[in-house]
């Protein structure tokens, strides 16, 4: 095994990612999330890169599916994605990447043509032993935004919108953890229900939706880490699960202090 200090991100990159024309819909966007169960979309203009489309940031927006893709694209120095380089080294693109938010960074050659892809769980699979010294205390988020499982969906969309965060833990009336529900489970539910949809009263349908509480949303159990496990072992399990985020909680309490991403 090659020291992740050293290592650069040649040996990880990859050229097999899913890509789409700017020209083309949000609708068939959407649809390639769902048929390839990607962390990311390259979007190209002309044949050029142009974007990372994330599906996170397409639920939240709530976008008609006929508009282009083209409406996503932001200019580089707003954008979190980073331009990475075949020499740049695995440490320190982890980093960006886990600072950024970002589930998966573009790679160009010398002469700045796109030769593939870095995914995050790939990247944190190669430097995972690195945090086996530091505990999930010293760098999760705390203080998390929480929701009674009593509310609606209409309440927890506009709870992740507001905050730009894509899951949120459900309590009870103590306070403790009971369950999860993120951007994909409520897309799930609108789909699924709109699906459904007949003809008549289309609005009064999507308030019903709205009203759905989110305790029939929700996943539940939740798989949970403590503050004193290692970063290391936090990113075992995201691995292994494939999930996007760990709610974080004490030795003894099930309430919620934190998120790690």
Known sequence: QRNSTRMDISDIITADYISISA??????AKAKFKKHNSKGIIVKRDGDYAHVLSEQKLLQSHIKDDTKVETFIRPSRSNPVPRLTTQENVREVAQKMVEGG???????????ELVGVIIVNDILEAVINGFEEITVEKIYTDSPITVS???GV????NRLRENSISRVPVVNDDNDLVGIVTTFDISDVAVRNMTRMQKGNKSGERDRILDIPVRDVMNSPV???TKEETVAEAVKVM???NYGGLVVTSKNSNTPEGIIT
């Open 23 to 28: 020209d083309e819909t949000i609708g068939k």
């Open 102 to 112: 970002v589930k998966v960074a573009p790679v160009f050659n010398q002469g700045d």
């Open 149 to 151: 499982k009593d509310v």
């Open 154 to 157: 209409g309440t927890v969309i």
């Open 223 to 225: 798989t949970t880490i």
């Open 239 to 241: 691995l292994s699960n």
